[in-house]
């Protein structure tokens, strides 16, 4: 089965009157029970494949496809919904909505995917434990700190039980003790069958990785199976 893959993926942007080839001819597979890395140098492509992989970005030319649904032959609206079933993300910015609550922060997709309002909150409490936000849950993002943040992005995209998660850096902000909590957590949704990209720059991630690739301008120049 595979959970998300791009096949022959380029894109590029217009720099002024230049253009740009962020992705070069990218193939990928993502499978299941995978913690799979992208590595890199900044400027390699690390986060315009995650983009094209999560259906946020078209790309120039190629094909891509999630949990068996083509995305480059939906529209933004159709990708939407493909995301919403099946992947979360979690933005190196956070992507947090300023006025609500770490909970209100998670509440939120869940009713976007439906869910009652009774699971929207104890789904949201359960989320938000597991990244050890327990006490913090009532608390505005600016109450919190980088790392406090991050976690509430991670509950928020492990709250509607995706098949799959992908991640821009999710670990960065964090200090050692939640850093570890943060891998436990990961390590425990792939071992249920799962799977987790991140382009992360985190050295600490790479003993717990499953596959590690690697992007050098805009293309892949390694791709290995560590464990």
């Given at each position: 089965?595979?959970?998300?893959?791009?096949?022959?993926?380029?894109?590029?942007f217009?720099?002024g009157?230049?253009?740009?080839?962020?992705?070069?001819?990218?193939?990928?597979?993502?499978r299941p029970?995978?913690?799979?890395?992208v590595?890199g140098?900044?400027?390699?492509?690390?986060?315009?494949l995650?983009?094209?992989?999560a259906?946020?970005?078209e790309?120039?030319?190629?094909e891509a496809s999630?949990?068996?649904?083509?995305?480059?032959?939906?529209d933004?609206?159709?990708?939407?919904?493909?995301?919403?079933?099946h992947?979360?993300?979690?933005?190196?910015s956070?992507?947090?909505?300023s006025?609500?609550?770490?909970?209100?922060?998670?509440?939120?997709?869940?009713?976007?995917?439906g869910a009652?309002?009774?699971d929207?909150v104890?789904?949201?409490?359960?989320?938000?434990?597991?990244v050890?936000?327990?006490?913090?849950?009532?608390?505005?993002?600016?109450?919190?700190?980088?790392?406090?943040?991050?976690r509430v992005?991670l509950?928020?995209?492990l709250?509607?039980?995706?098949?799959?998660i992908?991640?821009?850096e999710?670990?960065?902000?964090?200090?050692?003790?939640?850093?570890?909590l943060?891998?436990?957590?990961?390590l425990?949704?792939?071992?249920?069958?799962?799977?987790v990209?991140?382009?992360t720059?985190?050295?600490?991630?790479?003993?717990?990785?499953t596959?590690?690739?690697?992007?050098?301008?805009?293309?892949?120049?390694?791709?290995?199976?560590?464990?």
């Open positions: 089965m595979i959970l998300a893959s791009c096949s022959r993926i380029t894109h590029e217009a720099d009157a230049s253009r740009i080839v962020a992705l070069d001819d990218v193939s990928l597979v993502v029970a995978e913690l799979l890395l590595v140098p900044s400027g390699s492509g690390k986060s315009t995650l983009a094209v992989l259906g946020l970005l790309p120039t030319r190629g999630l949990c068996g649904r083509s995305l480059t032959s939906l933004a609206e159709g990708r939407a919904r493909a995301r919403r079933d992947l979360g993300f979690v933005f190196q956070f992507h947090l909505f006025a609500l609550s770490a909970r209100g922060n998670v509440e939120c997709v869940l009713e976007m995917k009652s309002r009774r929207q104890a789904l949201a409490e359960q989320a938000l434990r597991r050890g936000l327990g006490a913090r849950m009532d608390h505005r993002p600016a109450q919190l700190s980088g790392g406090e943040r991050q992005a509950a928020r995209a709250a509607a039980d995706p098949g799959i992908v991640g821009d999710p670990t960065s902000a964090l200090d050692g003790k939640s850093a570890r943060v891998f436990d957590v990961l425990g949704f792939v071992d249920g069958g799962r799977s990209v991140l382009a720059h985190d050295p600490r991630l790479h003993a717990l990785a596959r590690i690739v690697t992007l050098e301008d805009g293309r892949v120049v390694d791709d290995r199976t560590t464990r």
